[in-house]
Each structure stands twice: as structure tokens, then as C-alpha cells.
């Protein structure tokens, strides 16, 4: 019996050394300061809310689009809808969201909605512009979030594959008991997030089309990862996706019966991280809503099938451009 309890005592052991491992691999790997690691294709823009990395494509005095990213992207995976949509006379441009990509990040930074409505709303004011917004997964409810606070500040309002969260005022305030740890935060991040090996096993995960996690995806998704601190301000970031932000107006229900920038939904019908109910929920809290479906793709479709996304977003744009207020 002495013999088992040792094995499984050396088992533990072994396994928490691994993941610790990880967590000093990650520290290792993340050696990069911020200016030795900007692409080329972006620029820092500052704002009143700090400096804010983005892409930017398209001339200048195009109607402009302002494209949010989902969990652990960067303005870097929209850049094939970027060009597209610059091709077409837009003005796109990507921001990246604190703690991701390579905007600012400061030690305390809050990434509740409203920090990063407040981000989203002081590039606007930076770059003087009046977008749509199209907003994607996580990015969603920080878009969301800012449009309700000033909604004259934006021209409409597409949502892709949206985690809205909707209800979610009701749900638990607290962390579960181990990731109240910092330092177990970190090491779950080094072993998931941040770690190199699982990048395209892990988007896998959210797509419908395994295909559309390539290499090349991946690469681009690993590219700010080299960054000072990822780790840590990832892990830092962590409450915020897993405790519902009682605080925000885009969890409650009641606000986006108030909500009356013309606005489209667009949804991948295989969608299994914010299945298709949640769509149809949001698009019927709307007033004025249109849902758009695209078969046979899941939540990140402008991955999964480019050019049925850039169709159903081409759709979107058509149905909100130059509407007035819907209520």
C-alpha cells in the first residue's frame, strides 16, 4: 500500500514539476521588448486610453470599418478581410485589445468591458473616425459595450459569432478557489495559451473546419507571444473571460432593447463555442436586427470559408450603411 501511495505521490510530484516547467519555458521564451517585436504592417496609435496598436488598410478618406478580435488574437488574423474590404474603397483598420497583440499594457490594467469600451472609444476619438464596428467572439461584448455607452460615435454595428454573455449579471461573481492564485494562473496559461505547441490544437478547437487551423494561421497567432510579460498579463486577463461582468449594460437583456444603431448579427451555423441560439437571442433583443447564418462553418468563419464571410459581411455592411437609428 506504502508503495502505491509513493507512486502516486511521485506521479503528482512529477506532473506539477512539468507544468511549472512550462511556466519557467514561457518566461524564457517571452524575451522581446515591445519595439523589437512590432510588425511592420501596424503602427501605435495614442490615445487618452494608452497606446493602442493597430492595422490599418485602405485610403484614408474611406467609409471606415473598425475590426475587434476574439480570445487570444490580434489585429494580425484580420488581415486578409482587411485587404479585401480595403480593396473595395474601405478604410479597415484592426485594433489590438489589451492584454493581446501589441497595444499597451501596463501592471493593474482593468480588462473588464468598460476598460475596453473606453480603449475602443478613445481610437475613435484618436482617429477621428465614425466606423462600423465588427466585432468577433470575446471582442464582441467590449464592442457592444462601447456602442451602448456612445452610440453616435459609431455608424453601425455587425457582430460575428458574438460571446455576449447575455444574462450573465446573474451568474457567479467568483473565480473558482484555484485560479484565485496568480501563479496558477500563469502555469495554466504557459501550458495552454501561450505555449507554442498547442497554438493550432487549440484554435482547432473552436473551428467547425479543423482544415482552417494551417501552420500559416498559426504562425500568426504565436507572433506577439515573443513579447515581454505575455504570460503574465494573459494570465492577469483571465477573470475577465471567466466571471461575468455584473457591471457592464451588454450583459443585461433590458439594453439592447435601447439599442437602436442599425445592426447586423452574423453566425456560423455550426458554431458550438457561442452556438447559433445565442444569435437568434441577440438579433430578437434588437430593435430593427437582421441575422444572417453562414452554413457549414463555425465561430470564426472568416477562417473557416473567407469568401462566404466576406459575402455575408458585404450583406451586413449593405443592410447597416447609411440607416438611420432603428427605434
Known amino acids: 500500500m506504502r508503495r502505491v501511495l509513493y507512486f502516486f505521490l511521485g506521479l503528482l510530484i512529477g506532473v506539477v514539476l512539468v507544468a511549472a516547467g512550462f511556466r519557467v519555458a514561457a518566461a524564457l521564451r517571452e524575451s522581446d521588448p515591445l519595439q523589437v517585436v512590432l510588425p511592420a504592417e501596424g503602427r501605435i496609435v495614442q490615445t487618452d486610453a494608452g497606446a493602442l496598436h493597430v492595422i490599418e488598410m485602405g485610403p484614408p478618406d474611406g467609409p471606415p ?12 488574423l484580420w488581415q486578409p478581410v482587411l485587404g479585401a474590404m480595403a480593396a473595395q474603397g474601405y478604410r479597415a483598420i484592426a485594433l489590438d485589445m489589451p492584454p493581446f497583440g501589441f497595444s499597451e499594457r501596463s501592471p493593474g490594467d482593468s480588462h473588464d468591458r468598460a476598460a475596453q469600451a473606453a480603449r475602443i472609444l478613445a481610437l475613435l476619438k484618436a482617429l477621428q473616425v465614425r466606423p462600423v464596428l465588427v466585432a468577433h467572439s470575446f471582442g464582441a461584448g467590449p464592442g457592444v459595450e462601447a456602442v451602448m455607452q456612445a452610440p453616435d460615435a459609431f455608424a453601425g454595428l455587425v457582430v460575428v459569432d458574438g460571446a455576449l454573455g447575455i444574462g450573465g449579471a446573474a451568474g457567479s461573481a467568483d473565480l473558482p478557489l484555484p485560479l484565485k492564485n496568480r501563479f496558477l494562473r500563469e502555469v495554466i496559461v504557459a501550458n495552454t495559451v501561450t505555449n507554442p505547441f498547442l497554438t493550432r ?31 503574465a498579463a494573459f494570465a492577469a486577463w483571465l477573470p475577465s473571460l471567466l466571471v461575468p461582468d455584473r457591471g457592464a449594460q451588454s450583459v443585461r437583456a433590458a439594453s439592447y432593447g435601447a439599442l437602436c444603431l442599425p445592426t447586423v448579427f452574423l453566425w456560423g451555423a455550426e458554431d458550438t463555442v457561442t452556438p ?3 444569435g437568434r437571442e441577440a438579433a430578437a433583443l434588437v ?6 447564418v453562414m452554413s457549414g462553418v463555425g465561430h470564426i468563419p472568416q477562417l473557416e470559408a473567407p469568401d462566404v464571410f466576406l459575402t455575408a459581411l458585404g450583406m451586413a455592411l449593405d443592410r447597416v ?7
Not at 484554435?203 to 504570460?231: C, D, I, N, Y
Not at 430593435?287 to 444572417?292: F, I, K, T, V
Open 65 to 76: 470599418l473598425l475590426f475587434l478580435h476574439g480570445t487570444a488574437a490580434w489585429s494580425g
Open 201 to 231: 490544437r487549440l484554435l482547432a478547437s473552436f473551428l467547425h473546419v479543423k482544415s482552417a487551423a494551417t501552420e500559416e494561421v498559426a504562425t500568426v497567432l504565436r507572433q506577439p507571444m515573443t513579447r515581454q510579460g505575455s504570460t
Open 276 to 278: 447559433l441560439d445565442q
Open 287 to 292: 430593435p430593427g436586427a437582421a441575422l444572417l
Open 321 to 327: 450603411e447609411g440607416r438611420g437609428p432603428t427605434c
